[in-house]
Structure formats: structure tokens, C-alpha cells
């Protein structure tokens, strides 16, 4: 008798999400050579409607919760907003659902710097959709990806490809001065997170990661910041920086108030934001079609 051998789960989920972004139009199953299909999953419930928000209107990002936005929350997860083993989205647009479908490791503020081509209306008009999976209390993030990436497909009749590109960024390194960031207590329970005080400058972390630092930098200049800090940890800060960036001289910050430039503040912390070319992989739609309504 001729033994098969299995794939790992996770190689075989990782075949099926390219395949399900590259390949046909349509989905029920993925066949692997000498195996079993294997089914892609899909919502028992799924919703989608226009939103009663106007086109034309523009959402702030800011605002990007409750009435707009979304997520989706699985069992590896924490998202008290939305229900477990669901997908919600409101007034939200076909971009900021692919950057939530594909997992996509930008800022959502620079989503429309990376999703390109396609008709206008996928970065205007705007959509309500839920989704609730068939064991919600079994299911994670990454199959919740799938399912919406299977809606997008079907529903959207979504087609695209990926280009590589270089553009001006910045890269987050160690200083050559002494690391001066602090860890945070082993223990600790907060949120991970990374916030600015409203009408001011003044820039806290809390369990924040090296990562997560880059990745606010990058939503502050509208531009991406790679981490090349090779820091694991999580730490503690808080510091006051200006955060506008002169867009002649990108290295550097205006003296639009008297806090120090955020190239300043890092430094004070051990670290170091150098301007420079990034790779940066681009989304190029190919087709979409505006969904019919569903309950």
C-alpha cells in the first residue's frame, strides 16, 4: 500500500491563502498533489449591505470605531467589540477590508498607498458586512482571514496581484549610545499599545514592542518605517516629540512647537530613525464588482 504523507496544517493553510489570493475566481476546495482537498473555510452567516454612510463623505481614521470600522475576533485573539468567531465591518471600504482579509502589515492609514488599480469606488464606497463562523468558539484569527478572504472573492469577484517597489521611508535602529528604553515588569496585564494625548505632544507605550513603535512612527509620517532594532521585549515610555516631518527634508522634524523632534526624543531612548529607501510590496486590483445585498 502506497503511504501518503500529510502536510503540516500550517503549511497547508499557507498554500490555501495564497492560492485563494492568486488563483481562480472562485473557491470551494484546494487540491494538493497526493492529498485529500482540503475545504476552504467559509461563514455559516454571512451579511453584507451598503452602507447608509455617503460615498463622498470622508471617515477620519480617528474615528475608525464603533459606527466605522471593524474586526474580527477569533479564539487567539482579544476584541471585546466584536462578538467571538465573527467579522464585523461598517461603513467601511473594499481596501480597508482586503487590509483586514490579507493581514496586511502596514498602518490602515497607509492603505491606499499600497492597494492600487481597480475601479474608484473601492476606496470610497462604503459597506456593512458580518460574518459568523460555523464554530465560532473553535475558530481562529487566521481562519476568520480566510472566510473573509473567501467573501471578497465570491462576493466582490475580487482579483489582484502583488508588485514589489522601492519608496522613501525610514529605518528604526539601536543608537550606539546605551539602550535607555525600560522593560516593562514581567507580569503586567495592560493592552500592548502606543497613543498620543489628544492636543498634545506627549507619546506613551505600555507593553509596547520595537514593532509597534515603527509601525506608529510610520501612521504619524504617512510614510513606512521598517524596525531593524532586533529588539523581542516589550517596554515602557513617555516622552514629548513633534512628529511632523519636513517634506522637502524628511530628516527633518518641524519646529512647529517647542517639544523636541521625535529624531531627538528617540535618541534620548537609544534609538535611531534613519531616512532611507524601503522595500515595500505593492497590491495592484485587477477586477472588482460592487457585492449584492445579502442577509
Known sequence: MTKIRRLPL??????????????????????????????????????IKPSLFSPSQRVPIALMSGVYGGACHGINTTNSSVPLGRCRFQAVTLKYLM?????????????????????DWIGKDR??????APNPAETTLEQLALMLQDVLQKEFQLKFHYESTEVPGFVLMRAKSEERLKATDSGSETTPRISIAPGTTQITGRRATARMLADFLASRFSKPVVDRTELTGEYDFSFSATTTVDP??????VDADPAPSIFTALAE????????KVARRLIVVEHAVKPLPKN
Do not use: H
Not at 487590509?99 to 475601479?119: C, E, H, K, M, R
Not at 459597506?127 to 459568523?132: A, D, K, L, R
Open 99 to 119: 487590509f483586514w482579509a490579507y493581514s496586511l502589515q502596514v498602518p490602515v492609514t497607509q492603505v491606499d498607498q499600497i492597494i492600487t488599480g481597480g475601479p
Open 127 to 132: 459597506f456593512q458586512i458580518e460574518g459568523v
Open 248 to 253: 522637502v527634508s524628511p530628516g527633518n522634524a
Open 10 to 47: 500550517c503549511v497547508s493553510l499557507i498554500m490555501l491563502a495564497i492560492s485563494v489570493a492568486v488563483g481562480p475566481e472562485r473557491f470551494g476546495s484546494l487540491q494538493v498533489l497526493g492529498q485529500p482537498q482540503i475545504e476552504v473555510p467559509k461563514f455559516e452567516v454571512i451579511s
Open 269 to 276: 531612548l537609544g534609538l535611531r530613525l534613519q531616512p532611507e
